[in-house]
């Protein structure tokens, strides 16, 4: 097949997308799929190994699905450029059939870093999953949940009684951080947020901005009569009793951008947001 081979379906050429190594990975949903539809008609794209940069549609939460199977290794770390056919779409750019060479050639690179999650269980078993938004926990049961919070091995907190607590990266900050009433971090501020969730002692405690070398760790506190669960993202660890979080920056993902739509400052206009 030539690079501009006749399009039945349209009546148009098919550009040759595969020999820029651009690849495609659509959401099962329905419009995502009606896109992917489309695009494959207009578009010829590179499979498997001749993938260097891979095109994903879906909403946020399919590119925070995408970009966990890059972390598991289950598919090559690969630059990702999103396009929103979901509902949010703040990793996400604007959907559009036209022009994708061109734009992807123009895009802006964002390098994300996950946070790495170990948790611990009441039953003494360790779970280490990423977290490309936020680490948080969360009571269980109706009963507050007690929390020592250490900073870089040394106890900051005592004891926090609470809802929860999370660590949120720049990148989540505008997320569950957000609505938690944490602050919003500049994606280079090198910095996490350390967020509680509804807290009931000390309750004149809003948490703590860190910088990003920062070792976290929480203990529970009467963990068996007050259950907490650790949940990375969307992997949960039920019962746990020690949960430690660092930044890993040597698994960092790539995520591209439109320069006028770019992330960095999306998360930096959301501080104007009314």
């Known amino acids: 097949m030539n690079a501009n081979a006749p399009n039945r379906a349209t009546g148009g050429e098919v550009a040759d997308l595969s020999a820029l190594g651009i690849g495609l990975l659509a959401s099962h949903r329905e419009a995502a799929s009606k896109g992917e539809a489309q695009l494959r008609e207009r578009y010829r794209f590179a499979t498997g190994a001749d993938v260097r940069t891979l095109i994903a549609l879906g909403g946020d939460g399919f590119m925070l699905h995408t970009l966990h199977r890059m972390l598991e290794g289950e598919c090559a770390q690969l630059p990702v450029f999103g396009m929103n056919l979901g509902t949010v779409g703040f990793l996400m750019n604007e959907w559009r059939l036209d022009g994708l060479a061109e734009r992807i050639a123009a895009a ?4 994300v870093a996950p946070l790495e999650m170990r948790a611990t269980t009441v039953a003494g078993e360790t779970f280490a999953h990423a977290a490309i938004n936020e680490v948080s926990l969360l009571r269980e049961t ?7 919070i250490s900073v870089n091995g040394r106890v900051a907190l005592p004891e926090i009684a609470c809802d929860g607590v999370l660590v949120a990266t720049p990148a989540g900050s505008t997320a569950y951080n957000l609505s938690a009433h944490g602050p919003i971090l500049p994606l280079a501020a090198k910095m996490l947020a350390l967020t509680p969730i509804s807290p009931f002692r000390p309750r004149r405690w809003s948490g703590a901005i860190l910088p990003d ?3 976290v760790c929480f203990r529970i506190l009467e963990a068996e009569n007050r259950p907490v669960s650790a949940v990375a993202d969307q992997y949960e660890v039920r019962d746990v009793a020690r949960v430690e979080v660092t930044l890993d920056r040597e698994k960092s993902l790539t995520l591209l951008f439109d320069p006028e739509h770019a992330l960095d400052e999306r998360i930096a206009m959301e501080q104007f947001a009314t």
């Open 108 to 111: 802006k690179a964002i390098r």
């Open 213 to 215: 070398d920062t070792a």
């Open 142 to 148: 109706r009963q507050t949940a007690k929390i020592e």
